[in-house]
Protein backbone atom coordinates (compact mmCIF):
# COMPACT_ATOMS: atom_id res chain seq x y z
CA UNK A 1 0.00 0.00 0.00
CA UNK A 2 1.27 3.39 -1.20
CA UNK A 3 0.44 6.91 0.32
CA UNK A 4 1.13 10.07 -0.60
CA UNK A 5 0.96 12.77 2.12
CA UNK A 6 1.04 16.92 1.39
CA UNK A 7 1.33 19.28 3.54
CA UNK A 8 1.16 23.19 2.92
CA UNK A 9 -0.59 24.62 6.22
CA UNK A 10 2.01 27.08 7.48
CA UNK A 11 5.34 27.77 6.17
CA UNK A 12 6.73 24.06 5.05
CA UNK A 13 5.89 22.76 1.47
CA UNK A 14 6.17 19.20 1.94
CA UNK A 15 5.58 15.69 0.78
CA UNK A 16 6.31 12.39 1.57
CA UNK A 17 5.66 8.94 0.61
CA UNK A 18 4.64 5.74 2.99
CA UNK A 19 4.84 2.53 1.30
CA UNK A 20 3.40 -0.67 3.73
CA UNK A 21 4.38 1.23 6.81
CA UNK A 22 7.23 2.57 6.44
CA UNK A 23 8.59 6.29 4.54
CA UNK A 24 10.66 5.82 0.75
CA UNK A 25 10.19 9.40 -0.05
CA UNK A 26 10.18 12.49 1.66
CA UNK A 27 11.08 15.79 0.51
CA UNK A 28 10.32 19.63 2.11
CA UNK A 29 11.28 22.90 1.51
CA UNK A 30 11.16 25.56 4.35
CA UNK A 31 10.07 28.53 3.78
CA UNK A 32 12.83 31.62 5.12
CA UNK A 33 10.69 34.28 6.83
CA UNK A 34 13.39 35.46 9.23
CA UNK A 35 13.18 39.07 7.86
CA UNK A 36 9.43 39.46 9.08
CA UNK A 37 9.60 38.03 12.63
CA UNK A 38 6.79 35.60 11.63
CA UNK A 39 5.29 33.70 8.91
CA UNK A 40 3.20 35.79 6.21
CA UNK A 41 0.26 34.36 4.81
CA UNK A 42 0.10 35.75 1.48
CA UNK A 43 3.79 35.37 1.26
CA UNK A 44 3.57 31.96 2.13
CA UNK A 45 0.90 30.98 -0.19
CA UNK A 46 2.96 32.18 -3.07
CA UNK A 47 6.03 30.29 -1.86
CA UNK A 48 3.80 26.84 -1.77
CA UNK A 49 2.56 27.85 -4.95
CA UNK A 50 6.05 28.10 -7.15
CA UNK A 51 7.89 25.39 -4.91
CA UNK A 52 5.36 22.70 -4.63
CA UNK A 53 5.61 21.30 -8.57
CA UNK A 54 9.42 21.10 -7.71
CA UNK A 55 8.89 19.06 -4.01
CA UNK A 56 6.85 16.55 -5.75
CA UNK A 57 9.18 16.17 -8.99
CA UNK A 58 11.94 15.65 -6.39
CA UNK A 59 9.31 13.35 -4.42
CA UNK A 60 9.22 11.04 -7.96
CA UNK A 61 12.59 11.01 -8.31
CA UNK A 62 14.10 10.16 -4.67
CA UNK A 63 11.28 7.08 -4.89
CA UNK A 64 11.53 5.80 -7.98
CA UNK A 65 7.33 5.74 -7.81
CA UNK A 66 4.71 7.56 -9.88
CA UNK A 67 1.24 9.04 -9.57
CA UNK A 68 -0.29 5.81 -10.59
CA UNK A 69 1.18 4.01 -8.36
CA UNK A 70 -0.53 5.35 -5.36
CA UNK A 71 -3.70 3.68 -3.70
CA UNK A 72 -4.25 6.79 -1.87
CA UNK A 73 -3.49 10.51 -1.21
CA UNK A 74 -3.35 12.72 1.91
CA UNK A 75 -3.89 16.07 1.70
CA UNK A 76 -3.90 18.71 4.96
CA UNK A 77 -7.31 20.29 4.89
CA UNK A 78 -6.67 22.30 8.03
CA UNK A 79 -6.41 24.03 10.29
CA UNK A 80 -3.55 26.21 9.13
CA UNK A 81 -3.58 29.47 6.57
CA UNK A 82 -6.01 29.31 4.20
CA UNK A 83 -3.93 30.45 1.41
CA UNK A 84 -1.55 27.47 1.62
CA UNK A 85 -4.16 24.83 2.30
CA UNK A 86 -5.83 26.07 -0.72
CA UNK A 87 -2.43 24.95 -3.13
CA UNK A 88 -2.13 21.84 -1.16
CA UNK A 89 -5.70 20.49 -1.71
CA UNK A 90 -5.94 21.84 -5.16
CA UNK A 91 -3.10 19.93 -6.12
CA UNK A 92 -3.82 16.93 -4.60
CA UNK A 93 -7.91 16.81 -5.95
CA UNK A 94 -6.37 17.19 -9.28
CA UNK A 95 -4.35 14.02 -8.96
CA UNK A 96 -6.88 12.26 -7.07
CA UNK A 97 -8.84 12.56 -10.34
CA UNK A 98 -6.51 12.90 -12.92
CA UNK A 99 -5.69 9.37 -11.43
CA UNK A 100 -8.63 8.08 -9.80
CA UNK A 101 -7.38 7.96 -6.51
CA UNK A 102 -8.93 7.92 -3.23
CA UNK A 103 -8.75 11.48 -0.91
CA UNK A 104 -8.72 12.17 2.37
CA UNK A 105 -8.54 15.33 4.03
CA UNK A 106 -5.86 15.03 7.19
CA UNK A 107 -6.43 16.94 9.88
CA UNK A 108 -3.18 18.53 10.38
CA UNK A 109 -3.30 18.14 14.83
CA UNK A 110 -4.42 14.89 14.23
CA UNK A 111 -1.54 13.87 11.90
CA UNK A 112 0.70 15.22 14.64
CA UNK A 113 -1.30 13.17 17.08
CA UNK A 114 -1.03 9.83 15.03
CA UNK A 115 2.87 10.29 13.85
CA UNK A 116 4.09 8.56 17.24
CA UNK A 117 2.90 5.16 15.74
CA UNK A 118 4.78 5.58 12.91
CA UNK A 119 7.92 4.43 14.61
CA UNK A 120 6.40 3.10 17.93
CA UNK A 121 3.91 0.39 19.51
CA UNK A 122 1.64 2.92 20.91
CA UNK A 123 -1.76 1.32 21.53
CA UNK A 124 -4.68 3.49 21.86
CA UNK A 125 -5.73 5.05 24.22
CA UNK A 126 -3.20 7.29 25.11
CA UNK A 127 -2.54 10.81 26.39
CA UNK A 128 -1.37 13.62 24.07
CA UNK A 129 0.66 17.24 24.81
CA UNK A 130 0.11 19.00 21.19
CA UNK A 131 2.67 21.91 21.18
CA UNK A 132 3.49 24.19 18.53
CA UNK A 133 3.68 27.76 17.63
CA UNK A 134 0.04 28.27 17.09
CA UNK A 135 -1.20 25.37 18.86
CA UNK A 136 -1.20 23.72 22.61
CA UNK A 137 -3.86 21.58 24.11
CA UNK A 138 -4.15 18.13 25.93
CA UNK A 139 -6.34 15.78 24.93
CA UNK A 140 -6.83 11.78 25.49
CA UNK A 141 -6.40 9.96 21.54
CA UNK A 142 -8.80 7.02 22.06
CA UNK A 143 -8.77 6.30 18.14
CA UNK A 144 -8.29 7.53 14.80
CA UNK A 145 -11.03 10.51 14.88
CA UNK A 146 -11.74 10.23 18.42
CA UNK A 147 -10.17 12.27 20.68
CA UNK A 148 -11.30 14.22 24.04
CA UNK A 149 -9.88 17.71 24.57
CA UNK A 150 -8.72 17.78 28.40
CA UNK A 151 -7.35 21.45 28.19
CA UNK A 152 -6.25 24.33 25.85
CA UNK A 153 -4.48 27.20 25.80
CA UNK A 154 -6.95 30.28 26.82
CA UNK A 155 -4.44 32.68 24.52
CA UNK A 156 -0.89 32.20 22.99
CA UNK A 157 0.59 28.69 22.26
CA UNK A 158 4.28 27.83 23.75
CA UNK A 159 5.62 27.96 20.81
CA UNK A 160 4.02 31.26 19.92
CA UNK A 161 5.45 32.68 23.35
CA UNK A 162 9.22 31.12 22.23
CA UNK A 163 8.82 33.07 19.17
CA UNK A 164 7.78 36.66 20.33
CA UNK A 165 10.26 36.04 23.47
CA UNK A 166 13.24 35.32 20.51
CA UNK A 167 12.37 37.67 18.89
CA UNK A 168 12.45 40.75 21.41
CA UNK A 169 16.07 39.15 22.05
CA UNK A 170 17.28 39.92 18.53
CA UNK A 171 17.14 35.83 17.69
CA UNK A 172 15.91 34.74 14.33
CA UNK A 173 12.62 32.98 13.57
CA UNK A 174 11.53 30.62 14.87
CA UNK A 175 12.64 30.79 18.01
CA UNK A 176 13.01 27.50 19.92
CA UNK A 177 16.45 26.27 18.54
CA UNK A 178 18.05 29.74 19.51
CA UNK A 179 16.30 29.71 23.18
CA UNK A 180 17.34 26.33 23.50
CA UNK A 181 20.76 26.48 22.55
CA UNK A 182 21.20 29.99 24.77
CA UNK A 183 19.93 28.34 27.34
CA UNK A 184 22.28 25.51 27.75
CA UNK A 185 25.12 28.12 29.21
CA UNK A 186 22.57 29.95 31.36
CA UNK A 187 21.01 29.60 35.03
CA UNK A 188 17.47 27.98 34.90
CA UNK A 189 17.26 29.59 38.61
CA UNK A 190 18.90 33.37 38.09
CA UNK A 191 15.93 35.20 37.05
CA UNK A 192 12.35 35.10 38.90
CA UNK A 193 9.42 34.89 36.26
CA UNK A 194 6.07 33.92 36.70
CA UNK A 195 4.80 30.28 35.81
CA UNK A 196 1.70 30.36 33.79
CA UNK A 197 -1.82 29.05 35.96
CA UNK A 198 0.67 27.84 38.80
CA UNK A 199 -2.39 28.09 41.44
CA UNK A 200 -5.36 26.94 38.85
CA UNK A 201 -5.44 22.91 38.95
CA UNK A 202 -6.62 21.86 35.18
CA UNK A 203 -5.08 20.88 31.87
CA UNK A 204 -5.98 24.01 30.26
CA UNK A 205 -2.54 26.65 29.50
CA UNK A 206 -1.73 30.63 29.05
CA UNK A 207 1.64 32.14 28.26
CA UNK A 208 0.47 35.17 27.54
CA UNK A 209 1.43 36.42 30.68
CA UNK A 210 4.79 35.02 30.69
CA UNK A 211 5.29 36.33 27.32
CA UNK A 212 4.50 39.93 28.71
CA UNK A 213 6.88 39.60 31.27
CA UNK A 214 9.77 38.55 29.36
CA UNK A 215 9.48 41.26 26.99
CA UNK A 216 8.53 43.91 29.90
CA UNK A 217 12.03 42.55 31.38
CA UNK A 218 14.28 42.70 28.12
CA UNK A 219 13.08 46.29 27.32
CA UNK A 220 13.89 47.19 31.21
CA UNK A 221 17.25 45.09 31.09
CA UNK A 222 18.95 46.60 27.66
CA UNK A 223 17.46 50.02 28.27
CA UNK A 224 21.21 50.65 28.57
CA UNK A 225 22.50 48.56 26.36
CA UNK A 226 22.58 45.26 24.84
CA UNK A 227 22.47 42.21 27.13
CA UNK A 228 25.90 40.13 28.24
CA UNK A 229 25.97 36.76 26.63
CA UNK A 230 25.78 35.35 30.64
CA UNK A 231 22.57 37.37 30.71
CA UNK A 232 21.04 35.77 27.71
CA UNK A 233 21.83 32.60 28.70
CA UNK A 234 20.74 32.76 32.11
CA UNK A 235 17.08 33.99 31.17
CA UNK A 236 16.55 31.77 28.27
CA UNK A 237 17.48 29.11 31.08
CA UNK A 238 15.01 30.71 32.94
CA UNK A 239 12.77 31.21 30.50
CA UNK A 240 12.31 27.87 29.50
CA UNK A 241 12.81 26.36 33.10
CA UNK A 242 8.97 27.97 33.78
CA UNK A 243 7.36 26.55 30.56
CA UNK A 244 8.59 23.20 31.90
CA UNK A 245 7.07 23.84 35.29
CA UNK A 246 3.72 24.68 33.77
CA UNK A 247 3.89 21.50 30.96
CA UNK A 248 4.99 19.67 34.00
CA UNK A 249 2.14 20.51 36.42
CA UNK A 250 -0.50 20.37 33.52
CA UNK A 251 0.94 16.84 32.89
CA UNK A 252 0.43 15.78 36.41
CA UNK A 253 -2.43 16.97 36.60
CA UNK A 254 -3.46 15.05 33.25
CA UNK A 255 -2.19 11.63 34.39
CA UNK A 256 -3.76 11.60 37.57
CA UNK A 257 -7.49 12.77 35.95
CA UNK A 258 -7.36 9.73 33.16
CA UNK A 259 -5.57 7.19 34.53
CA UNK A 260 -3.42 7.34 31.29
CA UNK A 261 0.31 5.86 31.28
CA UNK A 262 1.35 6.39 27.78
CA UNK A 263 1.25 10.14 26.78
CA UNK A 264 2.67 11.18 23.25
CA UNK A 265 4.43 14.56 22.88
CA UNK A 266 4.20 15.39 19.50
CA UNK A 267 4.24 19.43 17.59
CA UNK A 268 7.49 21.53 16.87
CA UNK A 269 8.08 22.63 20.39
CA UNK A 270 8.60 19.22 20.92
CA UNK A 271 11.51 18.96 19.29
CA UNK A 272 13.17 20.63 22.47
CA UNK A 273 15.08 18.16 24.53
CA UNK A 274 15.06 19.95 27.80
CA UNK A 275 11.18 19.89 27.62
CA UNK A 276 11.45 15.95 26.72
CA UNK A 277 13.82 15.44 29.55
CA UNK A 278 11.39 16.96 32.12
CA UNK A 279 8.20 15.92 30.87
CA UNK A 280 9.84 12.10 31.14
CA UNK A 281 10.83 12.90 34.37
CA UNK A 282 7.66 13.27 35.26
CA UNK A 283 5.96 10.34 33.65
CA UNK A 284 8.01 8.45 35.11
CA UNK A 285 7.82 9.66 38.58
CA UNK A 286 4.02 8.83 37.75
CA UNK A 287 4.21 5.20 36.86
CA UNK A 288 3.76 6.57 33.19
CA UNK A 289 5.81 6.28 30.15
CA UNK A 290 6.29 9.49 27.65
CA UNK A 291 6.54 8.80 23.96
CA UNK A 292 8.25 11.27 21.01
CA UNK A 293 8.42 11.14 16.97
CA UNK A 294 11.53 11.34 16.09
CA UNK A 295 12.70 15.52 16.01
CA UNK A 296 12.55 15.72 12.52
CA UNK A 297 8.92 14.38 12.35
CA UNK A 298 7.70 16.92 15.33
CA UNK A 299 8.15 20.10 13.14
CA UNK A 300 5.36 20.03 10.23
CA UNK A 301 6.39 17.46 7.75
CA UNK A 302 4.71 15.64 4.84
CA UNK A 303 5.43 12.21 6.06
CA UNK A 304 3.01 12.85 9.02
CA UNK A 305 0.28 13.31 6.15
CA UNK A 306 1.02 10.57 4.45
CA UNK A 307 0.82 8.37 7.61
CA UNK A 308 -2.29 10.21 8.66
CA UNK A 309 -3.69 8.93 5.25
CA UNK A 310 -2.32 4.92 5.91
CA UNK A 311 -4.09 5.50 9.32
CA UNK A 312 -7.16 6.31 7.75
CA UNK A 313 -7.75 3.40 5.28
CA UNK A 314 -7.03 1.26 8.16
CA UNK A 315 -9.34 2.77 10.24
CA UNK A 316 -12.18 2.69 7.27
CA UNK A 317 -12.12 6.18 7.17
CA UNK A 318 -14.44 6.98 3.99
CA UNK A 319 -12.44 9.44 1.39
CA UNK A 320 -13.48 12.41 0.36
CA UNK A 321 -13.24 14.51 -2.61
CA UNK A 322 -15.17 17.10 -2.32
CA UNK A 323 -14.69 18.76 1.33
CA UNK A 324 -13.72 22.73 1.83
CA UNK A 325 -10.81 24.15 3.92
CA UNK A 326 -11.03 24.91 6.98
CA UNK A 327 -9.10 27.20 8.94
CA UNK A 328 -10.61 26.38 11.96
CA UNK A 329 -11.25 23.00 13.06
CA UNK A 330 -11.71 21.69 16.20
CA UNK A 331 -9.78 18.17 17.24
CA UNK A 332 -12.90 16.77 18.99
CA UNK A 333 -15.07 17.29 15.94
CA UNK A 334 -13.96 14.69 14.31
CA UNK A 335 -16.03 11.62 13.40
CA UNK A 336 -15.12 8.36 13.01
CA UNK A 337 -15.94 5.52 10.82
CA UNK A 338 -17.73 2.25 11.70
CA UNK A 339 -16.21 -0.48 9.24
CA UNK A 340 -13.81 -3.01 10.64
CA UNK A 341 -9.98 -2.02 10.71
CA UNK A 342 -7.60 -3.13 8.44
CA UNK A 343 -3.89 -4.10 8.73
CA UNK A 344 -1.86 -1.31 7.68
Same mark, same amino acid.
Not at 132 to 139: F, R, T
Given at each position: MLFLGIESSCDETAAALVCNGRIVGHQIHRQDHRAFGGVIPQVAAREHLIFLPHVMDALWAESGFCAKDLDG??????????? #? /? $????????? @? %??????????????????????????????? #? /? $????????? @? %??VSGVHQYKILGQTYDDAAGECIDKVARALGGPYPGGPFIQQCAEQGDPFAITLPIPLQKERSCSFSFSGLKTACIQWIAKNQAHGPLSESTKADFCASFQRNIAETLCQRLQYAMVDSGLKHWVISGGVASNTYFRARLQDTCQNYGGQLIAPEPEHCTDNGAMIAWAAAEYYAAGQKPDLFFPVRAHWPLDQLEPSQPPIRPL
Open positions: IGVTAGPGLVG #G /L $LVGILWAKG @M %ACRWNKPLWPVHHLEAHALMVRYAHDVPFPY #G /L $LLLSGGHCL @M %AV
